[in-house]
C-alpha cells in the first residue's frame, strides 16, 4: 500500500509539472532571470585559467595568483616571490636583498599587533623571508582555518614602506651581524663554492663579511622591487580558490594599488641577464672545516638546448642517485675509493647546472677523479643499459611523489613551474622523464659533462698538505689518462655478468583522492603490533618496521652495534638494485629507543618492497669481510664528528651520568674492537631474530589489507615479544659547568636540564616551553634602546627538546658576541630567573600555545614524520587516540600548569652549563 502511494504521487506530481511546461510553451518571460553575481576577483582579473586542482589569475595591476586546492592536510602555506635575488644585488652591496628580505619580519615593530613575525606565531606559524637567486621569497605555514590571516600578514609585512627610524637602523645592523655570524654546514659552503668557480660569480661563494649597507639601501630597494604589479603569490592547501583570490583582490588589488609603495601599473625593474658561465676547465683547491676531502665537479648547463633537461635529470640519477647508482656501486662498493657520491640537476633562472659531489679520502682524491671520468666516458661511448635507465627513472618518479607531501612542497612545485615555463608542466613530469631513452641521456652527457665545461673543485681539511697545480696541468693529466683507464675498465668488464632484471611497466596515473583517513590499528593473531592509514594523495606506500632499543641499549662495550648490525642486514647488490628498478628505498633508522627500517615504494610495487624487507630481517648473511669492511668505514664516520657532535656529547654525559643515553652514539676504537661476528650473531638473535616488530604503514592501500602480508613470517607461536625500554636515569643533583674549547668559532653557551619523557603528560607543555623561550629570549625586536642593549653581547637563542622513552632533554643554546662573554651570561641567567616570577604575560604565553601547536602539525605532514611521531608515541605507552590529538592536547596545556612545569624544569640549581670558548667560565675543562 505504502508504495502504491507513492507511485502515485510522483504520477501526479509529473502530470502537473508537464501540464504547468506546455502552459508556458511560447510565452516569454516578463523578465529575464537573474545573473550570477560575478565573483569580486574577476573585477579585477586581466585573464584566469583553472584546472581540477589549479587556478591561475593575472590582475590588472600585475600581480599573479597561483592556488593548489589541496584537502590532504590540515593546513595552508601562503608563499610571496618578490623580483631581486642575490644574483641582482650591485656589486658595493652584496647582500642588499636578503638583508632586505629579513628585515621584513620586523614590519609592525611597536604597534599594538606587534611584529610580522609575533603575528605569525600567534596563528601558530613561522614567517620567514629569504632571498634566492632572482627572487625573494617569503612562506608562512598555518592552520586551515586561519589562511585569510595568513594572507593578510603578507600584504601588512610585504607592502608597507620602512619607516627610517633608529630602530630600523639597528635592526638592520643585526640583522647583517647575524648573516655574517651564521653556521653553515660545509657541504653547503663547498656547493657554494663550486657555483662561485664555475660561473665566475662570487656572490654564490660564501665570504667572510658583508660590506656595511647604508639603510637609505635598504628603504630604495624595497620601494623599487616590492610592488604588487611584479609579485607572484602561491597558495596551497585545504582552501576554496575563489575564496582565497576575493581576499588577494582586496589586499594587493583593490587596497595596494592605491599606496605609495605600489602603483597600480608600476612594474619592477628588470631582472638582471641571465647567468653565464665563464666557459673553459676550471680548478680551484679550497680549504675548510672537514675532516675527508670532497671532490666536486659542476658542469653549467645552457637552455639552447632544452630538451636535454630531463635527460641530464635521468643522467644525474643514473649516476649518484640511490644505494646502486653508478657511483655508489663502483667508486664505492666495488672499489672502496670514496664514502659517499652525488649527482643533481638543478634549474637556475635562464641556466641549469649540473653537479656531482665525492666524498673520499686525502689519498685517494686523484683516484677519485680518474674514477669518475671513468664512468662518464663509458655512459659515453655505450650509454645506460635498460636496467640503469628504468632504475634512475623509477627513482625520481618516487622523489617527486615524496617532496609533494606537505602544502609547503606544493607550492614550491607550483611556483617552480610557473618560473621555468608554465604551472601546467608540473603535472607533466613524471610523464616527461618516462620519454627519456637512453640516446637522450648518452647524448645529454657527451654534449655537457666534458673537460671544456668543468669546474673541478677540491674541498681539503685545512691540515692538508698544499694541493695548487696548475689547472692546465690538472686537465692534461685527465686527458691524458681518459681513454686508457676507459679500456682497461671495459675490459675488466667482459666477465661481468649483469643479472636479467624484470623492467616494470608504467601504470596508469593515480586519481588522488584527499579524503583524510587516520591509523587503524590492524589485529593479527600472535603477530606484531600493525597501524596502517590509508592516503590515497601520492601512489606511494611507506612503512617503517621497528624493534624496541637501539642506542640506548649499547653500553661502552659496543657502541654503534646497532647501526653496523643494519648496514650489514642491507648489504646485497642484487637484491638492492633489483628493489631501485622497481621504484622503492629502503633505509636503516637507529633512534634512541628503537631501530629497523623504512620503506618507500610505488604501491604498485608493494610487494617486491615487502619481499626485501622479508630478506633483510629474516635472511641476514655474517660475511667476516664484509663486517671487518664495514668497520673500518665506521672508524672513519667517527672522525667526522664535529666540534658541534662533541658539544652536545659533553653535555648528555653530564645530565645523563652514567645511563646509556650520556653514551656515545657512534663507534669507537674500543668497541670495534669487541664487535666480531659472533657479537653480531648474538645481537641479531636476541634482539631481531623471531622478535615482533612494531608496524606503521601510511600510503595507498585500501584499509588495513597490507596486514595480511605479516602473517605467514611474522606471526606465530615462535615469535617473542620483547619490548626494551631504559629504565629512568638517575635525577641531576647539582648544577655543573663545563668548559669546552671549539675550534675557534662564534662563543656559545648551553644550557642543559632534564625534561619530561616522552610518555609523560608533561610532554606537551614542554614543547610550549620551547616556543616561549624563543619568543621571550631570541625576540629581535622592540624599542631601539632594547634592539640595542640585545645586540650589545650579540645574545641569540634557540632551544631544542628531545623526549627519550625514559627521560628527555631540554637545550638553550645562546650564541654571543666575542667579548661579550660576561654580559651575554648575566643577560642570560636574569632573563631565566624572570622565568619564575608570579605572574608571566597571557598573551606570551598564549602565543606560544598556539606556535607549538602549529609546528607540531607542520612538521607531521610527511608519512615518514607520521609513521616515526606514531612509532614513539605508542612505544611510550600512549593510546592512538593520545597521538592523533597530540596537537590538541599542547593547545589544552593550561597557564597555572605551564608555570608549575617552567619551575621544575628551568632549574638553575640542576642546570648544566657548557662554556663554549667563553674565558673566565669557571668549572671543569
Known amino acids: 500500500m505504502f508504495r502504491k502511494t507513492r507511485l502515485g504521487i510522483a504520477i501526479c506530481f509529473l502530470f502537473t509539472l508537464t501540464a504547468a511546461t506546455a502552459t508556458g510553451q511560447g510565452r516569454a518571460p516578463s523578465r529575464g532571470a537573474p545573473k550570477p553575481a560575478q565573483a569580486p576577483f574577476l573585477i579585477e582579473a586581466e585573464s584566469h585559467e583553472e584546472s581540477q586542482r589549479v587556478t591561475k589569475t ?39 636583498s636578503e638583508i632586505t628580505a629579513r628585515s621584513r619580519e620586523n614590519v609592525g615593530a611597536g604597534s599594538p599587533a606587534g611584529t610580522t613575525r609575533r603575528r605569525a606565531q600567534a596563528l601558530g606559524g613561522v614567517f620567514s623571508g629569504r632571498a634566492g637567486l632572482r627572487h625573494s621569497r617569503f612562506e608562512l605555514t598555518v592552520p586551515a582555518a586561519r589562511w585569510k590571516q595568513a594572507l593578510n600578514i603578507h600584504a601588512e609585512a610585504l607592502l608597507p614602506p620602512f619607516e627610517n627610524n633608529e630602530a630600523f637602523r639597528l635592526y638592520a645592523a643585526r640583522i647583517v651581524e647575524n648573516m655574517r655570524d651564521e653556521f653553515v654546514p660545509p657541504d653547503v659552503l663547498s656547493g657554494k663554492e663550486l657555483r662561485a668557480l664555475a660561473f665566475g660569480e662570487r656572490r654564490f661563494a660564501p665570504s667572510g663579511h658583508l660590506p656595511e649597507i647604508a639603510p637609505e639601501k635598504i628603504i630604495e630597494f624595497h620601494k623599487n622591487r616590492y610592488n604588487p604589479s611584479a609579485m607572484t603569490l602561491v597558495i596551497a592547501g585545504d582552501v576554496r580558490a575563489g575564496d582565497v583570490l576575493n581576499e588577494i583582490a582586496r589586499l ?33 683547491p679550497v680549504p675548510g672545516d672537514i675532516v675527508f676531502p670532497q671532490v666536486l665537479l659542476g658542469f653549467p648547463v645552457s637552455f639552447k638546448n632544452p630538451e636535454d633537461h630531463r635527460a641530464l635529470e635521468v643522467a644525474a640519477a643514473i649516476l649518484g642517485t640511490g644505494e646502486t647508482s653508478v657511483l655508489n656501486t663502483r667508486l664505492r662498493d666495488r672499489k672502496d675509493l670514496i664514502f659517499s657520491a652525488r649527482a643533481e640537476m638543478e634549474s637556475f633562472h635562464g641556466a641549469g647546472f649540473f653537479s656531482v659531489m665525492l666524498e673520499t679520502q686525502l689519498q685517494h682524491v686523484d683516484m677519485t677523479e680518474i674514477a ?55 603535472n607533466g613530469y613524471i610523464a616527461e622523464l618516462q620519454k627519456v631513452t637512453a640516446v637522450d641521456v648518452r647524448r645529454a652527457i657527451a654534449r655537457h659533462l666534458t673537460l671544456s665545461n668543468c669546474a673541478l673543485l677540491e674541498y681539503l681539511p685545512r691540515s692538508a698538505a698544499d694541493r695548487n697545480p696548475a689547472g692546465t696541468a690538472v686537465r692534461a693529466t685527465l686527458e691524458s689518462l681518459l681513454g686508457l683507464a ?52 601520492s ?37 638492492n638494485r633489483r628493489l631501485e628498478i622497481f621504484g622503492g628505498r629502503l633505509t636503516p633508522v637507529v633512534a634512541d629507543d628503537y631501530f629497523g627500517f623504512y620503506l618507500s615504494i610505488p604501491s604498485r610495487n608493494f610487494p617486491e ?108 607461536s615462535r615469535m617473542k615479544d620483547r619490548k626494551k625500554i631504559s629504565s629512568p636515569p638517575g635525577p641531576v643533583k647539582k648544577a655543573e659547568t663545563v668548559n669546552y674549547n671549539g675550534e675557534g668559532g662564534r662563543p656559545a653557551i648551553l644550557m642543559g636540564f632534564r625534561a619530561p619523557s616522552l610518555g609523560d603528560m608533561d610532554v606537551f607543555g614542554t614543547y610550549v616551553l620551547k616556543s616561549y623561550l624563543e619568543n621571550r629570549l631570541g625576540e629581535t625586536e622592540g624599542t631601539a634602546k632594547e634592539i640595542q642593549e ?19 632533554r631540554f637545550i638553550i643554546h645562546a650564541a654571543i658576541k666575542a667579548g661579550e662573554e660576561a654580559q651575554a651570561m648575566k643577560n642570560l641567567q636574569e632573563a631565566l630567573a624572570r622565568l619564575n616570577a608570579p605572574h608571566l604575560p597571557y598573551a606570551d604565553f598564549n602565543e606560544a600555545r598556539t606556535l607549538a601547536a ?72
Not at 583593490?254 to 658561465?277: L, M, T, V
Not at 667526522?640 to 651520568?657: C, G, I, M, V
Not at 669507537?668 to 606503521?696: C, G
Request: proline fraction near 4%; glycine fraction near 10%.
Open 58 to 96: 593575472v590582475f590588472k595591476n600585475g600581480l599573479t595568483a597561483l592556488v593548489y586546492e589541496f584537502y590532504g592536510q590540515p593546513l595552508v602555506t601562503v608563499q610571496t616571490y618578490v623580483p631581486g635575488g642575490f644574483l641582482d644585488d650591485p656589486d658595493e652591496a652584496a647582500g642588499l
Open 252 to 284: 594587493f588589488v583593490s587596497k595596494g594599488a592605491g599606496s605609495k609603495n605600489a602603483p597600480a601599473r608600476a612594474a619592477a625593474p628588470p631582472a638582471g641577464a641571465g647567468i653565464e658561465p665563464i666557459g673553459g676547465f676550471r680548478y680551484l
Open 372 to 426: 669518475f671520468w671513468t664512468e662518464v666516458e663509458i655512459l659515453k661511448r655505450n650509454g645506460p643499459s635498460e636496467a640503469e635507465l628504468a632504475r634512475a627513472v623509477a627513482q625520481l618518479e618516487r622523489l617527486w611523489w615524496e617532496r609533494r607531501e606537505t602544502v609547503g612542497g606544493l607550492a614550491d612545485a607550483l611556483a617552480g613551474s610557473e618560473f621555468q615555463g608554465g604551472w601546467k608542466r608540473m
Open 486 to 537: 676507459a679500456d682497461e675498465e671495459l675490459s675488466a668488464r667482459k666477465g661481468e655478468v649483469e643479472p636479467n632484471f624484470k623492467i616494470p611497466s608504467a601504470t596508469a596515473p593515480l586519481r588522488l583522492n584527499e579524503i583524510r583517513h587516520s591509523f587503524q590499528a590492524a589485529s593479527i593473531l600472535r603477530g606484531p603490533e600493525i597501524y596502517i592509514r590509508e592516503d590515497h594523495t
Open 539 to 575: 601512489p606511494l606506500v611507506e612503512m617503517g618496521v621497528y624493534f624496541t632499543g637501539g642506542k640506548a641499549q649499547e653500553s661502552e662495550a659496543d657502541a654503534g652495534i646497532t647501526g653496523l648490525m643494519l648496514e650489514l642486514m642491507l648489504r646485497n647488490e642484487r637484491e
Open 609 to 716: 618492497g615487502f619481499e626485501r624487507i622479508k630478506q633483510v630481517i629474516k635472511s641476514p648473511v655474517f660475511d667476516k669481510a664484509e663486517i671487518e669492511k664495514l668497520k673500518q668505514l665506521a672508524a672513519m664516520r667517527a672522525r667526522r664528528s664535529t666540534a658541534r657532535d662533541e658539544e652536545k656529547r659533553l653535555l648528555n654525559e653530564a645530565l645523563f651520568h652514567g645511563h646509556s643515553y650520556a653514551a656515545e652514539s657512534s663507534a669507537t676504537p674500543v668497541s670495534l674492537k669487541n664487535i666480531s661476528v659472533e657479537t653480531m650473531q648474538n645481537w641479531y638473535e636476541e634482539n631481531v631474530r623471531n622478535v615482533k616488530p612494531f608496524v606503521a604503514i601510511a600510503g595507498n592501500t585500501e584499509g588495513t589489507s597490507l596486514a595480511s602480508w605479516f602473517l605467514s613470517e611474522f606471526s606465530g
Open 790 to 808: 640585545r645586540a650589545r653581547s650579540g645574545l641569540r637563542i634557540t632551544c631544542e627538546y628531545r623526549p627519550f622513552l625514559a627521560a628527555g
Open 854 to 925: 602549529g609546528l607540531y602539525m607542520a612538521g607531521n605532514q610527511t608519512r615518514k614524520a607520521q609513521i616515526g611521531n606514531l612509532a614513539e608515541n605508542l612505544l611510550s605507552g600512549r593510546s592512538l587516540e593520545e597521538y592523533m590529538n597530540f596537537s590538541r592536547n599542547i593547545e589544552q596545556v593550561e597557564e597555572d600548569d605551564f608555570k608549575e612545569l617552567t619551575r621544575r624544569v628551568i632549574d638553575m640549581n640542576k642546570a648544566v652549563t657548557l662554556a663554549v670558548d667563553v674565558p673566565g667560565a669557571g668549572g671543569k675543562t
